[in-house]
């Protein structure tokens, strides 16, 4: 019967002889778990970064923006043509069955101001549906209501930025503020949203009623007229059939014929995320690989110097083999001595990535996430590395003819 315990502790002694070849033969491996962990960590963080940006926008969005207009055989680009109107918008929520909910949009951008600070941002004229259509709660106050719509009333929602820069630590709820030298009741708070994928600060906005936008604030050249209408489908798998229907209706509605080019564009913001989302976790997988390069350069490490120790403690061999010890004891000797050197290697790299991640997060404000699946993929892969090259040095040990091992010098 093989005793694994003594096994273990002869391991141990014959890797202690030679403890610097021994370290040398964990280095590769230490380096291949170091930049596997490091690498899965930095995929997982900017896959959790887009995540939050999907979040930030809203789900199942899409963005219907008016076409574009040529003067002088110039073309001027998507939104130089105004197209859109607020009953665009409310043709959409009743008439696509795909469409969860509908917010129409007047931007621009101008100077706030309370007491004597001011703050130059976007204004943002738009429905209540537009908190449902971006996910976005309130943290203080009360939403506007349709009735702020139908009668434009002078109040407005701000985000977290706007009032770091106006009121500092004071509440806004209930205070005045000047849009353009009209004031604005504040009658909530969004909650915070952070940076959007671009670097865009998502939390430096006002919204105001739609309304109230258009007569107060930026006026329209025609009634209704609006900058662009944001839609959230049903659901992720409704988003495309949505487009299709908003596409359909649009083209109806504008009297658009067959073959004509579309006066709008709608782009789908959610796929766009996802798309980046994939593209980054498989450039992860990427990384993942050829860090993993670095491992089976360490295994080949660990086999090559297995065969040298195979070659040196023949002797050693035929010793044990003429006093009783069998094929799988000499075996499992030096496999457990392969697997020894990778698990050690392995534990010693899972340390290194893990503070090589939190170290490149902190430097560089790059996210990681060390996720404990990353940690046990890794130090079982070190483990079967330095099983798989480690059985032909012990095959070939257990091989040997113990007469032979005993006259070897």
Same mark, same amino acid.
């Given at each position: 019967m093989?005793?694994?315990?003594?096994?273990? @502790?002869i391991? *141990?002694?014959? !890797?202690?002889?030679? /403890?610097m070849r &021994?370290?040398?033969?964990?280095l590769?491996i230490?380096?291949g778990v170091?930049?596997?962990?490091? #690498?899965?960590?930095?995929?997982s963080g900017a896959?959790k970064?887009i995540?939050? $940006?999907?979040s930030?926008?809203?789900s199942n969005?899409? #963005?219907?923006?008016?076409? &574009?207009?040529?003067a %002088?055989g110039?073309?001027?680009g998507? %939104?130089?043509?105004?197209?859109?109107t607020?009953?665009?918008a409310?043709a959409?929520l /009743?008439?696509?069955p795909s469409?969860?909910?509908?917010?129409?949009v007047?931007?621009?951008?101008?100077q706030?101001?309370?007491g004597?600070?001011?703050?130059?941002t976007g204004?943002? %004229?738009?429905?209540?549906n #537009?908190?449902?259509?971006?996910?976005?709660? =309130?943290?203080?106050?009360r939403?506007?209501?349709? $009735?702020d719509?139908?009668?434009?009333t +002078?109040?407005c929602?701000?985000g @977290?930025?706007?009032?770091?820069?106006?009121?500092?630590?004071i509440?806004?709820?209930? +205070?005045?503020?000047?849009?353009?030298k009209v004031?604005?009741?504040?009658?909530g708070? !969004?909650e915070p /949203?952070? $940076?959007?994928l #671009?670097?865009q600060d998502?939390?430096?906005i006002v919204?105001?009623p739609?309304?109230?936008?258009? /007569? +107060?604030?930026?006026?329209?050249?025609?009634? %209704?007229m609006?900058? !662009?209408?944001?839609?959230?489908? @049903?659901?992720?798998?409704?988003?495309?059939k949505a487009?299709?229907?908003?596409?359909?209706l =649009?083209?109806?509605r504008?009297?658009?014929?067959?073959?004509q080019e579309?006066?709008?564009?709608?782009?789908?913001?959610? $796929?766009?995320?996802?798309?980046a989302?994939n593209?980054?976790?498989? *450039?992860? !997988?990427?990384?993942g690989?050829?860090?993993?390069?670095?491992?089976?350069?360490?295994?080949?490490?660990?086999m090559?110097?297995?065969l040298? &120790?195979?070659?040196?403690r023949t002797r050693e061999?035929?010793?044990r083999?003429?006093v009783?010890?069998?094929t799988?004891?000499?075996?499992?000797?030096?496999?457990i001595e392969?697997?020894?050197?990778?698990?050690?290697?392995? &534990?010693?790299?899972?340390?290194?990535?893990?503070?090589?991640?939190?170290?490149l997060s902190?430097m560089?404000?790059?996210?990681?996430?060390?996720?404990?699946l990353s940690?046990?993929l890794?130090?079982?892969?070190s483990?079967m590395?330095?099983?798989f090259?480690?059985?032909?040095p012990?095959? @070939?040990a257990?091989?040997l003819?113990?007469?032979e091992?005993?006259?070897?010098?």
């Open positions: 093989i005793n694994v315990p003594s096994t273990v @502790k391991a *141990f002694r014959a !890797l202690r002889v030679n /403890k &021994s370290a040398l033969t964990m590769g230490i380096i170091a930049a596997v962990v490091t #690498m899965l960590a930095i995929g896959s970064m995540e939050e $940006q999907i930030s926008i809203g969005l899409l #963005m219907i923006v008016p076409g &574009s207009t040529s %002088g110039m073309r001027m998507s %939104g130089s043509q105004p197209t859109l607020i009953w665009d409310e959409i /009743k008439e696509c469409v969860l909910d509908v917010a129409p007047i931007s621009g951008t101008c706030i101001v309370y004597n600070q001011n703050w130059s204004v943002f %004229g738009t429905t209540p #537009m908190l449902n259509v971006r996910d976005w709660p =309130l943290a203080s106050g939403p506007f209501r349709d $009735q719509v139908r009668s434009s +002078k109040v929602l701000l @977290k930025t706007v009032i770091d820069n106006l009121f500092g630590s509440d806004p709820v209930g +205070k005045i503020v000047r849009i353009k004031p604005f009741t504040v009658i708070v !969004l /949203k952070g $940076q959007s #671009m670097g998502n939390d430096d919204y105001v739609v309304s109230t936008a258009q /007569k +107060k604030l930026f006026g329209t050249l025609f009634p %209704g609006i900058r !662009l209408i944001m839609v959230k489908a @049903k659901s992720l798998d409704a988003l495309a487009e299709v229907e908003v596409t359909d =649009l083209r109806q504008h009297h658009i014929v067959h073959k579309d006066d709008f564009s709608v782009r789908n913001l959610t $796929q766009m995320f996802q798309i989302e593209s980054m976790k498989i *450039f992860s !997988l990427l990384l690989s050829i860090a993993s390069v670095s491992l089976l350069v360490g295994g080949i490490g660990i090559n110097i297995m040298v &120790s195979v070659t040196e061999i035929g010793i083999m003429a009783g010890a069998k799988w004891d000499i075996r499992l000797q030096f496999l392969a697997l020894i050197l990778s698990l050690i290697g392995g &534990s010693v790299g899972i340390a290194i990535g893990v503070s090589g991640a939190t170290v902190a560089a404000g790059w996210p990681t996430i060390v996720s404990p940690i046990i890794a130090f079982g892969f483990g590395v330095g099983i090259f480690g059985f032909y012990a095959y @070939k257990s091989l003819n113990p007469i091992a005993l006259r070897y010098e």
